[in-house]
């Protein structure tokens, strides 16, 4: 595993749209295949196709950022093998995650077991009703939980 580092500056001079483009169709096989050895050729293909189209517009303009984005990505969807927000959690790891809203024992406290093994209703607990992530509705939790690679 690399060492965590801070990316340098990048000079105007040198990233327009196209540079970029370049560059990262350069760098994305050694960097996909350390960062995500376990991608498909087709999800490395759909990489550098949008990486080479988007990179530009989203300031992955050097090496250090594009081995930043393809650790968040390889982090967050598991290598690209889990591309769906994964709520389905047992009582044990409530338990363990969330011990300041969840007790077997403390009334003040949800029970875990009435939330153990439901997804959607642990989706509307973690993330329903939440004006800060725009669910105002009923099911919202559920409707946008995370879904792709970030």
């Given at each position: 595993?690399?060492?965590?580092?801070r990316?340098?500056?990048?000079?105007?001079?040198t990233?327009?749209?196209?540079?970029?483009a370049?560059?990262i169709?350069?760098?994305?096989?050694?960097?996909?295949?350390e960062?995500l050895?376990s991608?498909?050729?087709a999800?490395?293909?759909?990489?550098?196709?949008?990486?080479?189209e988007?990179g530009?517009?989203?300031?992955?303009?050097?090496?250090?950022?594009?081995?930043?984005?393809l650790a968040?990505?390889?982090?967050e969807s598991?290598?690209?093998?889990?591309?769906?927000?994964?709520l389905?959690?047992?009582?044990?790891?409530?338990?363990?995650?969330?011990?300041?809203?969840?007790s077997?024992t403390?009334?003040n406290?949800?029970?875990?077991?009435?939330y153990a093994?439901?997804?959607?209703k642990?989706?509307?607990?973690?993330?329903?009703?939440d004006?800060?992530?725009?669910?105002?509705?009923?099911?919202?939790?559920?409707?946008?939980?995370?879904?792709?690679?970030?």
């Amino acid at each position: 595993m690399r060492s965590a580092r801070r990316c340098r500056p990048t000079h105007a001079i040198t990233t327009t749209p196209r540079i970029i483009a370049v560059r990262i169709r350069a760098w994305l096989p050694e960097e996909i295949g350390e960062s995500l050895p376990s991608a498909t050729t087709a999800i490395k293909n759909e990489l550098e196709t949008l990486l080479s189209e988007y990179g530009a517009q989203f300031s992955i303009a050097n090496k250090c950022k594009l081995q930043h984005f393809l650790a968040q990505a390889a982090e967050e969807s598991d290598g690209l093998s889990d591309m769906t927000e994964d709520l389905y959690y047992s009582k044990e790891t409530l338990l363990t995650k969330y011990p300041h809203d969840f007790s077997e024992t403390d009334p003040n406290k949800f029970d875990p077991d009435d939330y153990a093994g439901q997804p959607q209703k642990m989706a509307e607990f973690l993330m329903g009703h939440d004006p800060i992530l725009g669910n105002t509705q009923d099911g919202d939790g559920w409707k946008y939980r995370g879904r792709g690679i970030l």
